[in-house]
């Protein structure tokens, strides 16, 4: 078995995981965040969870493209930030898009990934956004 089929069967092992439901329920899930996902193209945001991992605050997720394009013609990032109730804001710009590399099933996928941390009180707003261009400075 090469190194390759060996990181397929440890991917499919950790999505079976997944959707048993082992893991801790998400802070939406417990009414603690409200996610707010911008509609965009022509990436967009398909999917996102947010949860507590050690003293940060994990915000995980899926953006899509379109059928029949390259992943690479795509410049863009994703923008996150989460505005407590008390109006304070944390941002993180430029996100990075990693493409999945399941090629059938899910070569229109790419995930993102990002850490804050805060202890998000009840109330929190999570704002999640591909961009396409680049940020001044
Ligand atoms: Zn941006």
Redesign the pocket.
């Known amino acids: 078995m090469n190194s390759l089929s060996r990181k397929l069967i440890a991917l499919s092992t950790l999505g079976l995981v997944s959707a048993c439901g082992s893991f801790p329920p998400t802070l939406v899930e417990q009414d603690i965040v409200r996610l707010e996902i911008e509609k965009t193209r022509p990436v967009w945001v398909s999917t996102t969870s947010v949860y507590r991992e050690d003293d940060n605050t994990v915000v995980r997720g899926e953006a899509r493209y379109p059928m029949g394009t390259h992943f690479g013609i795509f410049s863009g ?1 994703i ?1 996150i930030d989460l505005t407590l109730p008390n109006g304070e804001v944390y941002k993180e ?2 996100v990075r898009l990693t493409r999945k590399r399941i090629p059938k099933r899910s070569g229109r996928k790419a995930s993102f990934v990002s850490r804050f941390p805060v202890d998000p009180p009840k109330g929190t707003v999570v704002h999640v956004g591909y ?1 396409v261009g680049d ?1 001044a400075g």
């Open positions: 990032h923008d710009q430029n961009h940020h």
